[in-house]
């Protein structure tokens, strides 16, 4: 596959979840927020910032794989990915002046199945 059609797939899938989100009550905050680490480490990107209607804010990755793939989409949220994802939410939470409720969740599509993981982690 190839990389442009690994990205336009990848933006459907979100374009997908967020559907899914806003169905659900959530608004959108950010998306595809992106932070560098430094010159030689990688920093983080955020799929979907949200708020809940209870002012909860979650930070969403949104996963996709073609039915039928060796590896799931939920299971291929790595530690290593969960850390760039934490070190994006803290980054993301800077800017803030108080701090609200926070979680983290996984959009899992696996072919034309959609999964809403709420609080898939946390940031330890």
């Known amino acids: 596959m190839s990389v442009l059609t690994t990205q336009v797939r990848g933006e459907e ?3 997908r979840a967020l559907a899914h989100l806003r169905g659900a009550g959530l608004k959108l905050l950010e998306r595809n927020y992106r932070v ?8 983080g990107e955020i799929d979907l910032i949200l708020r809940e209607p209870d002012g909860t804010l979650v930070f969403v990755e949104v996963r996709w ?3 039928g793939a060796p590896v799931s989409a939920a299971a291929s949220v790595s530690a290593t990915k ?3 994802l934490v070190f994006a939410a803290q980054h993301y939470l800077r800017r803030l002046g108080s ?3 926070c979680r983290f969740d996984v959009v899992a599509i696996d072919g034309e199945a959609l999964a809403w993981m709420k609080a898939a982690f946390d940031a330890a």
């Open 13 to 15: 899938g979100e374009d």
């Open 36 to 43: 560098a680490a430094g010159p030689r480490s990688r920093g």
């Open 65 to 67: 794989r073609a039915a």
């Open 82 to 84: 969960r850390r760039r």
């Open 99 to 101: 701090l609200p409720p």
